[in-house]
C-alpha cells in the first residue's frame, strides 16, 4: 500500500506542476484518510492543498497534528505542522496559521519561513515577506520548493517597486521553467513577468507576456 500510494503521489505532484489539477482532485479522492501510513501524511496533505484540496489536507493530518488517534505515536514534525498551517491559510484560518508557524519559527526546518512569508502575502504585507523568502532560499534544499519561492519573492519585490530585482529572478526562472517542462510554473512566472512589466511602463511586453502565458494555459489546461 505505501509504495503504491508512493508511485500515486508522485504522478499527482506531476499533475499539479503541469496545471493538471482536475486530474489530480479525481486521483486524490480515491484515496481513504485511514490509509494513509504517517511517513506520507505530509507528503499527501501537501499534494491536496496544492490540488486546491485544503479540507482533505486538514484531515489527513488533523489527527496528526492533535494528536487523536493511534496514527500519531509520536508528536508532529516541523514539516506535518508547516503543511498543517498551510492548508488553515487556504481556508481562511490565519490567526491560527500564524499562531502554529510562530511555535516552530526557531525550528531548523525550511518550511516555516515559506508559509510565514504567505501569511504575510495574505495580510499584503510584502514588506515583510521578503526576508523570509530570501532566509527561505539560503537553507531550502528542494529544487522546486525553491523556483516558487523565487516565484513569490519575484511577486513581492515588484509591489515594493523593485522591479529590476524581480526581473532578474523571472528571467531564471522562465529559463528554468521552459528547461524542465514546467508548465504551470511557466505559465505563473510569464503572468508575474507581464505585472513587472506593467510597473515599468512597458505595455508592448507586458501585454506579450500575457499572450504567450495564455497559449500555454490554452494547450496545459484540463479536458
Not at 508511485?7 to 506542476?17: A, F, G, M, P, Y
Not at 489527513?60 to 498551517?85: K, M, N, T
Not at 532560499?137 to 520548493?145: C, D, T, V
Not at 525553491?146 to 519585490?157: E, F, G, W, Y
Request: charged share 25%.
Amino acid at each position: 500500500m505505501s509504495q503504491s500510494l508512493r508511485d500515486l503521489l508522485v504522478d499527482i505532484e506531476t499533475n499539479i506542476r503541469n496545471g493538471e489539477r482536475a486530474l489530480a482532485k479525481a486521483k486524490l479522492s480515491k484515496i481513504e484518510v485511514k490509509k494513509i501510513p504517517r511517513e506520507l501524511r505530509a507528503q499527501a496533505a501537501q499534494a491536496s492543498r496544492r490540488a486546491g484540496l485544503a479540507d482533505f489536507a486538514i484531515r489527513i493530518l488533523h489527527p496528526l497534528v492533535r494528536q487523536e488517534s493511534a496514527v500519531s505515536s509520536s508528536p508532529p514534525s516541523d514539516i506535518e505542522l508547516s503543511e498543517y498551517a498551510a492548508s488553515l491559510m487556504s481556508i481562511g484560518a490565519l490567526e491560527e496559521a500564524k499562531n502554529l508557524l510562530n511555535s516552530i519559527r526557531k525550528s531548523e526546518s525550511a518550511e516555516p519561513l515559506l508559509f510565514s512569508a504567505f501569511c504575510h502575502i495574505y495580510e499584503w504585507n510584502y514588506e515583510a515577506a521578503i526576508p523570509l523568502f530570501e532566509k527561505f532560499l539560503k537553507i531550502n534544499k528542494a529544487p522546486y520548493q525553491i523556483l516558487v519561492a523565487k516565484l513569490n519573492l519575484a511577486a513581492a519585490l515588484i509591489v515594493e517597486e523593485r522591479s529590476k530585482e524581480a526581473l532578474i529572478l523571472l528571467k531564471e526562472l522562465e529559463g528554468e521553467a521552459r528547461s524542465q517542462n514546467l508548465s504551470q510554473l511557466l505559465i505563473n512566472t510569464l503572468e508575474v513577468s507581464a505585472q513587472a512589466a506593467l510597473f515599468s511602463g512597458k505595455i508592448e511586453e507586458a501585454t506579450n507576456y500575457l499572450k504567450e502565458a495564455e497559449l500555454f494555459h490554452a494547450s496545459s489546461a484540463d479536458p
